[in-house]
């Protein structure tokens, strides 16, 4: 299994462009998230998934789009950047367990993105 | 609210030496609580977790964590730091949803 995999690896845009970060599972997890993480303040939840055609907001959804239209898919649409937007992204995938545990989220590797 | 405080930002150990890292929770449900590693420029790696049963938790790379609920903390121990455990460290709190807090992270850095 490749895990959570995220393209790309680094980006760079300049403010008012559009783009999409890509994340897969191949876990067959129901729950997606992406996260943005900042210096000094850990990880945030911008958009999360419990299943194919169902998203909500998570902390920080404001200038962010996602859709899953595919277990496997859960891509994070930038709608027309702004630094602010300069972070790192993290997306992540969890099951839930039959035996009644909690589940476990299970992180990509991430996408270094910085607006100009 | 729900939060995640970890209060330590940087903290440095030699070699060999013992390590304590320090996460307190507020949380009005029953926590899940977790722990994470995150090496430069990579993802987070699970160390631990936390849900139910005996409050002392073994992970991966000889860590441990203890959950106090009397206290609202979850710290996480190793009792000989190697060099390679020089990374950033995140405690986390969940309902049992997908929802995650998590905390501001503790960077550690380990002298030879």
């Known amino acids: 299994n490749a895990g959570v995999t995220q393209t790309p690896k680094f980006q760079v845009l300049k403010t008012g462009q559009s783009m999409t970060l890509q994340c897969a599972q191949d876990m067959n997890h129901e729950y997606m998230s992406w996260y943005r993480q900042d210096p000094g303040m850990g990880l945030r939840l911008i958009h999360y998934s419990v299943g194919a055609g169902i998203t909500d907001q998570g902390e920080v959804p404001n200038g962010y789009n996602v859709s899953r239209s595919t277990t496997e898919d859960f891509p994070l649409r930038l709608l027309s950047a702004a630094p602010s937007q300069t972070s790192v992204y993290f997306c992540?995938?969890?099951?839930?367990?039959?035996?009644?545990?909690?589940?476990?989220?299970?992180f990509g590797p991430g996408t270094r993105l910085t607006v100009l | 609210a729900q939060s995640v405080t970890q209060p330590d930002i940087h903290i440095t150990v030699s070699e060999g030496a013992s390590l304590e890292l320090r996460c307190n929770y507020s949380y009005g449900a029953t926590p899940y609580l977790f722990w994470y590693v995150q090496s430069p420029g990579q993802g987070l790696q699970l160390l631990l977790k936390y849900f139910s049963g005996d409050t002392l938790v073994q992970g991966i790379k000889g860590f441990e964590a203890e959950f106090k609920r009397s206290q609202s903390s979850f710290n996480l121990r190793k009792p000989s730091v190697h060099w390679s455990d020089a990374a950033e460290y995140f405690c986390a709190v969940t309902s049992g949803t997908y929802k995650y807090i998590f905390g501001t992270g503790t960077r550690l850095k380990v002298l030879a």
């Open positions: 992540a995938s969890s099951y839930r367990p039959t035996s009644g545990s909690t589940d476990t989220q299970y």
